[in-house]
């Protein structure tokens, strides 16, 4: 079993930046891939990023170049850098878990085993 909470949330103006962590407890060494989603009022859960244990990567068209992805696996620990932030980036972004190291599936919600109840990011104009 794996636990997951989101930190670092609140409310920044357009072209601010703001860092989200995710703390992993339990069965750690089990997230091999781990990622940020973030869903908005009354839309569906988008992907924005993952990583692997060993780094490699993978990011959303959206957040190319304004989003990094990251993680301090001593530090059981996932973060999602965002920079240059717009008000279509307000919604609650969650960290997820999973066992499996293809980040070409890391994109599916579905593939996810764990999640985080989420952290409110509101982007003011």
């Known amino acids: 079993q794996v636990q997951l909470v989101e930190s670092g949330g609140g409310l920044v103006q357009a072209g601010g930046s703001l860092r989200l962590s995710c703390a992993a407890s339990g069965r750690t060494f089990s997230s091999n891939a781990m990622g940020w989603f973030r869903q908005a009022p009354g839309k569906e859960r988008e992907f924005l990023a993952a990583?692997?244990?060993?780094?490699?990567?993978t990011y959303a068209d959206p957040v190319k170049g304004r989003f990094t992805i990251s993680r301090d696996n001593a530090k059981n620990t996932l973060y999602l850098q965002m920079n240059s932030l717009k008000p279509e980036d307000t919604a609650v972004y969650y960290c997820a878990a999973t066992g499996s190291w293809d980040l070409t599936r890391a994109t599916r919600a579905t593939m996810y085993d764990y999640w985080g109840r989420g952290a409110q990011v509101t982007v003011s104009s």
């Open positions: 990583i692997r244990r060993d780094g490699i990567s």
